[in-house]
């Protein structure tokens, strides 16, 4: 990949360089077609028209062209000192109008005129709002000029034509990128990925959201009752131990297994749990880790908290916290590890996040409402599924992505409420209607 990318200058590096997650998918993507056309013995590593022409990427094919015509510039300077290169007529822009997801087969391989698009830029300004390429300002649909951020989805003209997009669409390409489609400049951050021919945008005039923290409880949040996928049939069962609740096979939840499916995908992330995750060094650790760094921001692998070498629950209200990965605290005082976890990200890691930027998710109500007292937002999961072996106090097959979503304040499942001395209930008939509290 590093070869490929210096053929292709900076285009590859924007390209691959947008986020982890992008940086991933394309890292993997990548890999697999090149060392598949490499194995057939066909291409040379770094020969990358025979590689686009094996794998028939459109991607590689852009870098082929640019890389030729970089080395056909090169070979013009040289016999003129002057650097006078004439450079060839650029075919006109395709007319063509912005069009949805739905509407394109991102590889199809079709000609200039028939496709749409362009490569990928990233902004080079640390996400800060930036204007389009040859062009002073971006425009809004009331025809005034902008050089302040847009919001999601608003109507915007599409850098370098005069299609105009709103949201997730692909705009057409120009000729510096060569016809490969791109992102409207207020879409959504990933709506690129297999939507358009290069999924980063040209220009991004949506500002980045403030950073948030995303902390999960482990035991019937991440994963479900151990073995029983006959009843939870969306869980995995894993071949790791799991020494919760009795022990079994580490299952993980649907929302153990796609945090990428959620907003924390875009969060930093962390755990906050009574449990000890299996114990000091144990593989049902390792498997966390590797799920929650897959597509959140995950600050540190290691371990802390009053359990970090085994069982030793207690009240975290005094747990020394160095890391976004806590073990052992006592339900209700898990927000005192939060607020310590932010202490630590602002002091060791320069990373600042308001209090009304963090959400918990739990499967328990008494982990709950105690966040409210730090002006923190957290919500309870595994709500249709409760076992009823507990009194239906923890969950049974665990957290789903569905529930975990971006909104303020403290979500109680239904039929579980607080009484005015703060003590927990709950209705197995979800009859009490205290779902927010």
């Not at 060392?35 to 991607?59: F, I, K, N, R």
């Not at 890391?323 to 939060?338: E, H, I, N, P, R």
């Amino acid at each position: 990949l590093s070869q490929i990318c210096q053929l292709g200058t900076a285009i590859c590096l924007k390209a691959f360089a947008r986020d982890a997650m992008v940086r991933a998918l394309f890292a993997a993507a990548a890999l697999l077609r090149l060392s598949t056309a490499a194995s057939s013995e066909e291409c040379a590593a770094s020969d990358l028209g025979c590689l686009a022409a094996a794998t028939q990427d459109p991607a590689l094919e852009l870098l082929q062209r640019r890389g030729v015509r970089a080395a056909q510039a090169l070979a013009a300077a040289k016999q003129d000192p002057e650097g006078n290169v004439d450079e060839p007529d650029a075919p006109p822009p395709p007319e063509v109008e912005a069009r949805t997801r739905d509407d394109v087969d991102p590889y199809a391989q079709e000609s200039p005129e028939e496709v749409f698009g362009a490569e990928s830029r990233k902004s080079e300004n640390k996400g800060e709002p930036q204007t389009y390429a040859g062009e002073a300002a971006w425009r809004r649909e009331d025809g005034q000029e902008h050089t302040m951020a847009c919001s999601m989805g608003d109507h915007v003209q599409c850098p370098g034509s005069n299609v105009w997009c709103s949201g997730n669409q692909c705009c057409p390409g120009v000729e510096e990128t060569e016809f490969l489609s791109f992102p409207c400049p207020s879409s959504s951050p990933y709506f690129g990925v297999g939507a358009c021919q290069i999924p980063t945008k040209i220009a991004d005039c949506v500002p980045p959201p403030e950073p948030c923290l995303c902390t999960f409880d482990i035991d019937r949040t991440l994963t479900g009752v151990q073995g029983a996928t006959d009843q939870c049939p969306g869980n995995l069962l894993t071949d790791v131990n799991d020494t919760a609740y009795g022990g079994g096979i580490l299952t993980l939840s649907d929302l153990g297994q796609d945090i990428c499916g959620t907003f924390c995908s875009d969060c930093y992330v962390g755990i906050v749990t009574a449990g000890d995750a299996s114990g000091f060094m144990s593989q049902e650790r390792g498997v966390l880790i590797d799920q929650l760094g897959a597509c959140g921001k995950l600050p540190s692998q290691n371990w802390c908290g009053p359990s970090f070498l085994g069982e030793g629950r207690s009240n975290c209200s005094d747990a020394e916290v160095n890391s976004t990965l806590v073990v052992g605290c006592s339900d209700a005082t898990k927000q005192f590890a939060v607020n310590k976890m932010l202490d630590w990200l602002k002091t060791k890691r320069d990373i600042t996040i308001k209090a009304e930027r963090v959400w918990h998710f739990d499967d328990r109500a008494m982990n709950t409402k105690p966040f409210e007292d730090f002006g923190y937002n957290a919500r309870m999961v595994s709500c249709d599924s409760r076992d009823m072996f507990m009194g239906g106090r923890v969950g049974s097959c665990g957290g789903t992505a569905a529930e975990v979503v971006e909104e303020p304040g403290i979500y109680l499942c239904p039929g579980f409420y607080f009484d005015d001395n703060g003590e927990v209930h709950y209705n197995s008939t979800g009859e009490t209607d205290a779902t927010a509290a």
